[in-house]
């Protein structure tokens, strides 16, 4: 309903400061994105930054909307294959035992995703924590859900790094 003329549509769940949803919209105008945030606080500052690149001209405030609230509750309100893409950059990996389930790659948000995706539909991840990203081949490998196409654990050295959009952890760490 928010992007009514069915356009590409993408989300990024755990949008942080905005760095990447703001950068990915500037560079694909052609495609809405919808920026996932929890804290409240933390997404008013992805707004921010979003509404400084609108007003620089960088940005033309159409294809970029922002949803702060429990990634839960938002997958059970988008229609199977609705999107194109989901974005999953440096997610709280929940290291202590006993939060797996909590992990945004834990099998119930991978059939979730799987649900939610058209088909031929993307999910793409970054990751700097090696527990995260073993426990996320795992859950991915026991799921079915989806097939890995694209590895690396080194991006910024890998041949995926000339289209990256680099978040803003990305950059400070």
């Not at 979003?50 to 229609?79: C, Q, S």
């Not at 992990?103 to 979730?112: A, G, K, N, P």
């Amino acid at each position: 309903e928010i992007y009514p003329d069915k356009k590409t549509f993408c989300i990024e769940i755990g949008c942080g400061k905005g760095s990447f949803a703001v950068g990915s919209a500037k560079k694909e105008k052609d495609v809405n994105f919808l920026a996932v945030e929890r804290v409240a606080d933390v997404a008013c500052l992805a707004h921010e930054k979003a509404k400084k690149a609108e007003a620089d001209g960088e940005l033309d405030g159409t294809n970029l909307r922002f949803y702060i609230g429990n990634a839960d509750e938002l997958l059970e309100r988008i229609p199977d294959g609705a999107l194109e893409m989901i974005y999953l950059n440096f997610s709280d990996p929940w290291p202590k035992t006993g939060y797996a389930k909590r992990r945004l790659t834990h099998s119930r948000y991978l059939t979730q995703y799987k649900r939610i995706l058209m088909e031929g539909g993307e999910l793409r991840m970054k990751t700097d924590n090696d527990g995260l990203f073993e426990f996320t081949l795992e859950e991915l490998a026991a799921s079915g859900c989806f097939d890995i196409y694209m590895q690396t654990t080194d991006l910024h050295a890998s041949e995926y790094a000339a289209d990256n959009v680099v978040t803003e952890y990305e950059r400070n760490f």
